[in-house]
């Protein structure tokens, strides 16, 4: 056989030991690197610009004596006092009921997807919870207003908020869970079956412990998301100014429910407590999120 | 075009890890240099150091002089992309680019430089796939994708890939390792034949393929895991196979370790 | 032997995976196991997969419920519900509402956001997997997942307060000399600022991380072998990335641009406080004000007392639900097995 290779075809002349790349190509692979670079910095000018707003704007309110231990009860528009405990507990009892609901089912499901599931269902399942995690928080809120309020007559509650909440919720943790779940390795469970130990019990005992600060992890992700979310508490609960308790009657204020109807207030205090409110929300996400990053550094699962 | 490569006094490193020590060889032209050793002995780190491809891992670095016809790759004016244009290579797994074509796979390497004539394209595509001994099965399926080809025929594409863009020398590193054993054959025939143009350099697991195919051979060993590899000695293949100089490799090929 | 092989074949090939460990638990056979133990496994069963229907129910119920409560507003509707413009529902016994406008704000507010996000996300990803140093990738990431953290409700405070009057010599620009192009030209709203425009600004903003996470993943897992073959031929890293990283990442990358459009389709409370009304149809300019699905029904959420005009927003969120189901389900085909979550 004769090698009639791309070798016989026309080349210079005289050449170099090694071959230079053309000028075109240099010139392309420079202008990617600038352009790539470039959105980057576009991506983070946003966040940065938020971030100064909100700080340097939320950082007054946040320094006067009764922001954290007070409400807005008997406070006119106009008075640069009051402060916003009521809708801090709002936000936190509402973030704890869907999370104490949500968490369980979550996980659950999980297990099922991971350990159980198999054929139909199982895809049907796995495709649902990516469906549900992308429905809109308002659409969760009209389906909470439509099947207990309009046709079981509930009464609006922050309750309400909770159940719209959940729904948000549970497709985060399910795909955190999973992922964690999957992480396990196989022979941790296989040798609990050798000894005899039930799979029920194995799940329990051993696959759950070990996933168990990822999990963690993915829960307090979850509440970090849901906690800023504006649209359940518009339609599901009615704002009040004083503090609430009852999270199963009456109105309740929360963080966004405030920020949003201190936006018709004209008065310059209405902007004041908007932007007090806004600091005092990421502050309380940022715990979430940083906490939830300190413990994924500890949620290696042994090899 | 087939050019000479010297190494000179070559230690490879990964961050503080000492991987080879002080190798001096020297490949010869239009000839194929085999690399043979125990796992871990540094065969394939040395020959991805010959077109600077062991610079995909963090913290490697190479000391010491790799010349190409007197010029070393690793002066600092020499670009890692320009050498790798010079210095073509196949890999362990067959790797043609999935989504492409079988001809796109061949001719991916002169679209890079700008060739765009269709004509001749079509050209170096049909006499690469030739030269790869890969012409008559593809032919008809130029167009389908080069995923979809048997383990052979694809690590033979990707040999007609590495030659379309004609370079100096052609690096494989266990080309034949994920291999059936008639495809192997096909290569290694293969091989024989692009030694006419090209010089080659093989790392094989197989002594008998290093036997077959090439004529000089170097031998590579470590005195203990965790310890550099070094290249104990490189001759003629007849000679390090019917009577090397060092009693390891005398060793190592009879079988009596490793 | 090999009979009874073949014989088996077409029975095991089928269905997947009989005979992976997991799937069938091992103490089964045991014959010295306690009652209560089978009967905590099949509890525990039981209750797994329940949250694994419940799931799928609760899709399922959304429909239905939504539907439920749409139907009479529907039945009691004076104006064509899919064409119709205007969405007046005061008067309970003289329903009149359409979903053109609503649809199309929506839409339009959503994809020129898909096409400012697109790209930058695009170089984004790139930049995290194949430019920014190896040590530095992981806390860049976590810099643009933050974008994700921040509550819409605070983009949109800071959409109408601070961006707005920033860009709006932007769009007064692109309205003076660019006005012939009907994107540029003056839209339903006497000013140029909480305009589409703003409001898309926005949205790009907000769904700049999703599309950036999932791109980056998936472009991350990009097989090393071929990034190898790429550049053993000599490709520069912008050609590795057009031989190798782009047409394997390509369906994430578009799936994840369905998710984030899916994300502005549905985003309520930023779009509520910067897209300003309008009391006239849109005009398809950028400079259009108006409401889409979302910030319409939050607009109107204090006012749900009376069934038959709450059904006629309730109707509004039906057609939402479809639309980001279908685009949600796109992104899951697209992205095929490449992508979780």
Known sequence: MSTVTGADLERPASEPPTRRISLSRRIKDNVATVLVSL???????????????????????????????????????????????????????????????????????????????????????????????????????????????????????????????????????????????????????????????????????????????????????????????????????????????????????????LMYSELSNPEAAGQYRIWGAALTLIIIIMIFQVGASLLSRFSAIPK | MAKRIDLKDVDIYYGAFHAVQNVNLT?????????????????????????????????????????????????????????????????????????????????????????????????????????????????????????????????????????????????????????????????????????????????????????????QTGFFNLEATGKPGHLVEIDDTEKIFSNPTQQATEDYISGRFG | MSERIEQRAPGSEGEEDPIVPSSSPVPESTPRRAPSSRRGESVFRFLASGSGVLVVAAIALIGLFLLIQAVPSLMANNANFFTSPEFSTGDANNLSFGIRDLFLVTVFSSVFALVLAMPVALGVALFLTNYAPKQLSRPFAYVVDLLAAVPSIIYGLW????????????????????????????????????????????????????????????????????????????????????????????????????????????ETIAVLIVIRASTSPMTFSLFDGGYTFASLIASAASEFSQPLPTGAYISAGLVLFVLTFVVNALARVIAGGKVNG
Request: overall charge neutral; some cysteine.
């Open chain 3, 159 to 266: 959409g109408i307060l601070v961006l707005a009057p920033a860009i709006e010599p932007i769009a007064r620009w692109l309205n003076t000399n660019l006005g012939w192009i009907f994107l540029f030209r003056t839209g339903n709203l006497p000013v140029l600022s909480g305009t589409i425009f703003t409001g898309g600004v926005v949205l790009a903003v907000m769904i700049l991380p999703i599309i950036t996470a999932v791109s980056r993943e998936v472009f991350a897992q990009t097989p090393r072998f071929q990034i190898e073959a790429a550049k053993a031929l000599g490709a520069t890293r912008w050609e590795v990335i057009r031989m190798a990283t782009l047409p394997y990442g390509r369906s994430g990358y578009i799936a994840g641009s369905m998710l984030g459009l899916g994300r502005a389709l549905g």
């Open chain 1, 39 to 257: 959105a980057f910095l576009i991506a983070v000018v946003p966040l940065v610009w938020v971030l100064v707003t909100v700080v340097s704007r939320g950082a007054p309110a946040l320094f006067s004596a009764d922001w954290w231990g007070t409400s807005l009860s008997g406070i006119l528009p106009e008075e640069y006092e009051g402060g916003v405990y009521h809708a801090i507990y709002g936000t936190l009892i509402q973030a704890l009921i869907a999370t104490v609901i949500a968490v369980p089912i979550g996980i659950l499901a999980a297990i099922y997807l991971v350990e159980y599931g198999r054929g139909a269902l199982a895809r049907t399942t796995s495709f649902m919870v990516d469906i549900l995690a992308g429905v809109p928080s308002i659409v969760a809120a009209l389906f909470v207003f439509a099947a207990f309020i309009s046709i079981l007559g509930a009464p609006q509650s922050a309750f309400m908020v909770s159940l719209a909440l959940v729904l948000l919720m549970l497709p985060v943790v399910i795909r955190n869970t999973e992922e964690m779940l999957r992480l396990v390795p196989d022979r941790l469970r296989e040798s609990a079956y050798a000894l005899g130990i039930p799979k029920w019990k194995t799940i329990l005992r051993i696959v759950l412990p070990t996933a168990f600060s990822g999990t963690v992890t993915g829960v307090m992700l979850a509440i970090a998301r849901i906690m800023g979310e504006t649209a359940p508490v518009l339609v599901l609960v009615g704002y009040s100014r004083a503090i609430n308790y009852d999270p199963f009657q009456g109105n309740m204020a929360s963080l966004p429910l």
């Open chain 2, 27 to 215: 490949v010869i032209p239009r000839s194929v240099t085999a690399f043979i050793g125990p796992s871990g002995c540094g065969k394939s780190t040395v020959l991805r150091t010959l077109n600077r491809m062991h610079e995909e891992i963090a913290g490697a670095r190479v000391e010491g002089e790799i010349l190409l016809d007197g010029e070393n790759i690793y002066d600092r004016g020499t670009d890692a992309v320009a050498v790798r244009r010079t210095i073509g290579m196949v890999f362990q797994m067959p790797n043609p680019f999935p989504t492409m074509s079988v001809r796109d796979n061949v001719v991916a390497g002169l679209k890079l430089q700008g060739v765009r004539d269709k004509k001749k394209l079509d050209e170096v595509c049909e006499a690469s796939l030739r030269g790869a001994n890969l012409w008559k099965e593809v032919k008809d399926r130029l167009d389908k994708p080069g995923g979809g080809l048997s383990g052979g025929q694809q690590q033979r594409l990707c040999i007609a890939r590495a030659i379309a863009v004609q370079p100096d020398v052609l690096l494989m590193d266990e080309p034949c390792s994920a291999l059936d054993p008639i495809s192997t054959l096909a290569i290694e025939d293969l091989i024989a034949d692009l030694k006419k143009e090209y010089t080659i350099v093989i790392v094989t697991h197989n002594m008998q393929q290093a036997a077959r195919v090439s004529d």
